[in-house]
């Protein structure tokens, strides 16, 4: 079953990611019908997760070397902030830039999550749109009510493009 506040699918009484409990209902009760019957105690539990929520995004570098082996080294980049502070409508933004994969419409990258005190980090692999007239381009996240986000990019003349939205955690 999902877990009304951040989305993790589980089989426990408690989800293991938030700790938020399951909810024992009537089969003909929607997931609707529960988050409103509910909205307080959802609230409430997301009001006190947000604050230790920390996201970021793995960076992949190849380098090839002279005698043609290539090494990969990667790189986790938290956005600043919490999740109290990344909003729906305006994206956070990290504090550089990116080269653009400018052969490529979409690229996938690892996004990880944690909630500290709760669980350990999460990773997920998602896509992400690329701006192919742009050289560089900055990375930013948006997250809604649901805890579920969206990977954002801007390209240097303004442009933005954003991915779906994932679920924070699954
Ligand atoms: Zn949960």
Not at 30 to 50: D, F, G, N, P, T
Request: a negative charge.
């Amino acid at each position: 079953m999902k877990c009304l506040v951040c989305g993790t699918d589980h089989s426990d009484t408690r989800c293991p990611v938030c700790l938020f409990p399951v909810v024992a209902v009537p089969g003909d009760v929607s997931e609707q019908e529960v988050r409103q019957m509910l909205r307080s105690k959802i609230e409430e539990h997301r009001k006190k997760l947000l604050p230790n929520i920390k996201t970021g995004i793995v960076l992949y570098q190849y380098d090839v070397h002279a005698d043609g082996t290539v090494t990969e080294t990667s790189e986790r980049v938290f956005f600043e902030g919490s999740g109290s502070s990344i909003r729906r409508q305006e994206p956070m933004w990290l504090n550089r830039k990116f080269d653009t994969v400018s052969d490529r419409d979409m690229v996938e990258a690892e996004i990880f999550a944690e909630i500290s005190g709760y669980s350990p980090a999460r990773s997920q692999s998602v896509r992400i749109p690329q701006i192919a007239s742009s050289q560089e381009q900055n990375i930013g996240i948006r997250m809604d009510d649901e805890l579920r986000f969206s990977i954002c990019v801007r390209s240097e003349t303004g442009t933005v493009r954003m991915s779906e939205w994932y679920p924070l955690f699954r």
